[in-house]
């Protein structure tokens, strides 16, 4: 075989293989029109895509909505979803990120059981994750805490003990860190 | 931004009438097609796009014609398209006849053919209702349109229409369906022809602003080449869409690398070139199997390296770095990481990526290729038939000589299609039609209806099996009363040939469900009003052949040929293309 001394399979691209599995979260802003988000939902279907979460949202810009998703996928596999995403005509844009690249946050609602004994420790737990008490019944607690995933599954850990009702999380929103403050 | 703002310049065609009319949506639809130069639209009427007739009547210029069955006019329509470049229009009405529609679009998606489809649909009041034929067939048709739309109000549809033939002709070609309400094609709007772009305008600034591919690629592109030892073209379905055949021909011939085409790129360069190799993948010749084995560098042009070309893709090209050239940039890496990807129209980057590479010299590499050519055929040639039922290879050749390789061939699906991609001989350019990607069977004969109307002046031969050929024969009908003259070969075996194939080699012989019978296609050409010859020895191939061409009108011609007929070589499914089953 011929030797080449060739550019870099995928060159301007990390030489990460095939096989290794990412986080990256895809923010797809697309015209609200009908349809529309059928159909970037759709192609998340079609390729068995590993959603984590997905948010779906208005944004600075009338008639668009911008949907965010957190996904777990190789390097290659990510960029191909993208320009597959950009071929839908109602896509307007895509972006994707890894984690450190963005902000994400997620605001998560945590009822937590209480007995009497227990009120206060919870209380000054939710205020060390700056998590806010936005219920109180004679049984129950229920927090509000925002910011990212990792720091609501801890929080979540942490109230484990006192006995969790039920949990809502929003899933991430993301916006990208601006380039000059990098 | 560039491309829209030079479109603003172009709108409104000198010469053309520029009132604004209030007019009912179903005559805006027309309006609309007509501007895009629609002449030929296939379709059904119906309850919910009964407008739509009502107006059609009063424009002349689009010649409707009506088919027997709706998924028939989606093919009429991508025959049409392929064989003229245009965008194809089909018509149907709501729920049955939208979802009839559906494995056109699908074939259409999957070869990346321009096409519109109109449906009606029911009143916008009903809409969700569960109305009678209501069908959501937005929903329906979404994963196999390129985009479609669902028209709000009349005046909307103008635009829509438009909108509809820029996206189903630009970038990668595709279908694109336009669902129009029964009331909002009853209701007026006004209409101001100059306010909207026609995809002649869109795409002629869209060639006006295309990109060169970057320097830097091109540089990448050229050095690959520079270095390689055994390289090969791979040429696909997007040279024939981007109209680069004299580029290909141009690259190929001042790098003298061997030329591949797969099964939708065959005839977008010439099987008598010195350099054209054949067919690859799973029922390619040898020598070209193991020309793509060998290769160093590969040049794939507008093709997406489907799984019937490559078999195991770990085995594929297992020595070779891609140059892939393609359109879509979602192709790139999809299956084989391309060491240079280039995003672009294939005649532009055929074009710059000849400009940039040197003059090459690979005959010895050609010649070795030929020498296993030459053992393959040896052997084939060697085999002995002792049938004298018609075979395949010689009713293919006899059709190329009978019409000196200027027809216009439109296959079904399955081994017939096999043996005409192999060995008709493609000389004509963009003379080969078939349904590759989405494989549907009674795709041809309707498919030929639409080449023929596009391309009146060209013989037009329909090639199927006798399973393919009873689907959508009703279409026997409509060439008879639109006087469209076909020729149509059917090779009939007795047997669901291709799936029996695969029973024989993978199945130990459980001919499941794969016995066929059919009707007297004699006696069945006879009731439709069209000329049947029936063909039982080899020696009547060229007489029938030349019978049908001189026979006015459409005419079948059903050839009788050995019922266990293979096609080979065969890979199997699964294995790697250099693993072939051989005769």
């Known amino acids: ?182 | 931004m560039a491309i829209a703002a030079k479109i603003i310049q172009q709108a409104g065609i000198p010469g053309q009438t520029d009132e604004a009319r209030e007019l009912a949506g179903s005559h805006i639809i027309c309006e609309a097609l007509v501007r895009e130069g629609v002449t030929l639209l296939y379709g059904y009427p119906g309850g919910a796009i009964m407008p739509f007739y009502d107006a059609l009547t009063s424009y002349p210029s689009l010649h409707h014609v009506l088919v027997r069955h709706e998924q028939a006019a989606a093919h009429a329509a991508d025959g049409y398209a392929r064989a003229t470049g245009k965008v194809g229009v089909c018509v149907a009405t709501s729920g049955p006849g939208a979802t009839n529609l559906v494995t056109g679009l699908a074939t259409a998606f999957m070869d990346s053919t321009p096409l519109v489809a109109i449906t009606g649909q029911v009143a916008r009041t009903f809409i969700g209702r569960d109305a009678f034929q209501e069908t959501d067939v937005i929903g329906v048709t979404q994963p196999i349109t390129k985009h479609n739309f669902l028209v709000r109000n009349a005046s909307e549809i103008a635009d829509v229409i438009h909108q509809a033939f820029r996206v189903a002709l630009s970038g990668r070609p595709g279908p694109v369906l336009v669902d129009i309400p029964k009331d909002v094609q009853f209701e007026k709007a006004v209409y101001c022809p100059s306010d909207y772009v026609t995809s002649e305008q869109y795409m002629k600034a869209l060639a006006e602003g295309a990109q060169r591919p970057a320097d830097y690629l091109l540089a990448q592109a050229a050095q690959l080449l520079a270095q390689a030892e055994k390289p090969v073209i791979m040429a696909g379905h997007g040279v024939i869409l981007s109209n680069a055949y004299n580029e290909l021909q141009a690259f190929a011939e001042k790098t003298s690398i061997p030329v591949i085409t797969t099964l939708l790129g065959q005839s977008s360069f010439s099987d008598t070139h010195p350099l054209h190799l054949g067919l690859p993948g799973m029922h390619g010749p040898a020598h070209v199997n193991r020309a793509i084995s060998e290769a160093d560098v590969i040049v794939g042009v507008g093709l997406r390296f489907d799984d019937r070309v490559t078999g195991k893709v770990s085995g594929f090209a297992p020595n070779a770095r891609i140059i892939h050239i393609d359109i879509d940039p979602s192709e790139m890496h999809k299956v084989k990481i391309a060491t240079v990807p280039i995003v672009a129209d294939a005649k532009v980057a055929l074009a710059a990526l000849t400009e940039v590479v040197a003059p090459q010299d690979h005959s010895a590499w050609l010649k070795e290729i030929r020498s296993w050519q030459a053992v393959a055929e040896e052997r084939s040639q060697s085999i002995e038939r002792d049938d004298n039922l018609p075979d395949p290879v010689s009713i293919l050749q006899g059709i190329y000589e009978a019409t000196k390789g200027q027809a216009i061939i439109v296959s079904d699906v399955g081994q017939h299609q096999m043996w005409t991609a192999r060995h008709y001989t493609w000389t004509r350019r963009n003379s080969h039609i078939t349904s590759g990607g989405l494989g549907t069977m009674g795709f041809a004969l309707p498919a030929a209806m639409g080449v023929k109307m596009g391309m009146p002046d060209d013989i037009v031969w329909a090639i199927a099996g006798d399973g393919g050929a009873q689907m959508n024969i009703q279409e026997l009908a409509t060439l008879q009363q639109e006087g469209v003259a076909i020729k149509y070969a059917i090779m009939n075996n007795g047997y669901l040939g291709m799936v029996r194939q695969w029973q024989q080699f993978f199945h130990a012989r459980n001919y499941s469900e794969t016995p066929i019978s059919g009707p007297d296609y004699v006696k069945l050409a006879d009731a439709y009003g069209v000329t049947g010859i029936r063909v039982k020895r080899r020696e009547d191939i060229a007489s029938a052949i030349k019978q049908a061409m001189e026979t006015e009108g459409t005419v079948i011609v059903e050839f009788i040929i050995e019922p266990e007929a293979n096609v080979y070589p065969m890979v199997a499914p699964g294995k790697a293309i250099t693993d072939m089953i051989e005769e």
Do not use: W
């Open chain 1, 1 to 182: 075989m011929t030797k080449i001394t060739a550019p870099a399979e995928r060159s301007g691209h990390s030489d990460v293989s095939r096989d290794v599995m990412q986080a990256y979260t895809l923010v797809v802003l697309v015209e609200d029109r009908l349809g529309a988000v059928d159909r970037v939902f759709s192609l998340f279907r079609r390729r068995r895509a590993n959603m984590q979460t997905l948010v779906l949202g208005r944004c600075e810009l009338p008639d668009v909505i911008r949907i965010t998703v957190a996904v777990n996928d190789s390097e290659v596999g990510i960029d191909h979803l993208v320009e597959q995403l950009r071929k839908i005509i109602d896509v307007r844009k895509v972006a994707h990120f890894m984690a450190q690249q963005a902000i994400t946050r997620e605001l998560a609602l945590i009822k937590v059981s209480r007995i009497e004994e227990h009120t206060r420790a919870i209380i000054e737990l939710a205020s060390l994750f700056g998590a806010t008490v936005v219920d109180l019944t004679a049984s129950t607690v229920t927090l509000e805490v925002s910011g990212s995933s990792e720091k609501i599954d801890k929080l979540v850990g942490q109230v484990q003990r006192y006995g969790i009702r039920e949990i809502v999380r929003t899933g991430s929103v993301a916006m990208a860190y601006d380039a000059e403050d990098k």
